[in-house]
């Protein structure tokens, strides 16, 4: 839990109780089967359709699309799960208007895309309401043994696969319970009802995974060590550390990471019960930074304030999300970067911002210019970093990360890697998905080899 001690202006409970269900209750409600069959209806099933190109897992969109239009949901989802066995959370959780819905030629036609990820979520989710298991069946035991380090979406989507193709796994995880970013690290709004842990029984259900939790990598297992036991490896470790400011005052209360405070509202039993400030700063422009500001606006801060030391079409958080923000009540200020954290009493009162401007070759100048924003909570979110403990004396790294191939292998012969701890990850759920996709076939072609 993220120690928050009682600032000058922070309590628990600024809303009335029944405001929290309200404003935490599902983003994208499911689609009535009747809107579904419009809305699949709206499809002109293309030939070679470009929202499937754009889709970084590969589904066969017109055909899931199809299959719901012809009253067939179940099948639409076998045809999702094929590529992405997360695919309900990915229905939740994918930036589609940067991704499919953004080349669908309805948008490109009339600017109202064919709604994709809905109708991905109205699938998965009648399978998913009746079925506990997979519609997959393993294959006779390989006799292999696969080490799989980190339950995230990349390591659920590699250990299943390895699962299909008979192979045991087991499954490393470092916290008490599996899902990764889909359990911890997400706005709460975007999956409500526990869904990142009936996702997880969902994909386990394959068997041939045993899931071991409080494992951490550097702490109580080591590389060198699972690769003395098992036939390959794959590391999916996410990102454990997290970016600093760099400023005095950094570690006096009310200065915390976003990540963590995230963490907190997703396993909040009760969310009247979180500690929330009147004046919130936001220092990123990420989907980390839109997620906390949101979800503090929603329990009930008065002025919830991004800064972004960039132009706003330089934020890494989608157009989605920052009209998200916009609509939910968080200020958007540009242009501007941390200069003090002003305490009173050990505690956060304010924050002086400098001004920035950017320079034609792309550099970030401060101009001298500074204001002051009130602040009694301050949330970092300027990226986080790989915990390199035990990684590098044996592993390739670039630039703070794994260095993996096309297949996704390391530079070491036997362990692969994938999700936003290697080089070039997107930290996007559905590319871990597809980074595990792709792993567990090369370490299935390397051990039948
Ligand atoms: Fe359907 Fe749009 Fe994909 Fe075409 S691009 S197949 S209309 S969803």
Known sequence: MTQTKAGPDIAAGRLPEDAYSENFSDLHPLLEQHEAQVEADRCYFCYDAPCMQACPTSIDIPQFIRQISTGNPD???????????????????CPTETLCEEVCVREVAEGKPVKIGQL????????????????????????????????????????????????????????????????????????????????????????????????????????????????????????????????????????????????????????SQLPVGRNIVVIGGGMTAVDIAVQKKLLGADDVTIVYRREQDRMNASKFEQELAQTTGVKILTNAQPHALVTENGHISSIE???????????????????????????????????RDDLDATIALEKGRIVVDADRKTSLDDVWAGGDCVLGGEDLTVTAVEDGKIAAESINAALNA
């Open 75 to 93: 099948g639409s989802a076998k045809t999702i799960f094929e590529q992405n066995i997360l695919g309900g959370m990915c229905a939740r959780v």
């Open 353 to 387: 911002l400098e001004r920035t401007v950017s320079l034609a070759d792309g550099t970030l100048n401060g101009t001298g210019e500074i204001l002051s924003l009130p602040a009694d909570m301050v949330f970092k979110a300027v990226g986080q970093t790989l915990v």
């Open 120 to 271: 991905q979520r109205y699938a998965t989710d009648h399978y998913m309401s009746g079925h506990d298991e997979t519609p997959f069946s393993r294959a006779a035991a390989s006799g292999k043994k696969v080490a799989v380090v980190g339950a995230g979406p990349a390591g659920l989507s590699c250990a299943h696969r390895l699962a299909v193709h008979g192979h045991e796994v087991t499954l490393f995880d470092a916290r008490d319970k599996a899902g990764g970013l889909n359990e911890f690290g997400i706005a709460s709004y975007k999956s409500v009802e526990n869904f990142a842990q009936r996702e997880v029984d969902f994909v386990l259900s394959i068997g041939g995974i045993e899931l071991k939790t409080g494992m951490r990598l550097g702490d109580n297992i080591d590389l060198a060590e699972l690769r003395a036991t098992f036939d390959a490896v794959f590391l999916s470790i996410g990102l454990g550390g997290v970016n600093a400011l760099n400023k005095e005052n950094e570690s006096h209360n009310g200065v915390l990471n976003a990540v963590d405070y995230i963490s907190d509202i997703r396993q909040a039993d009760e969310l």
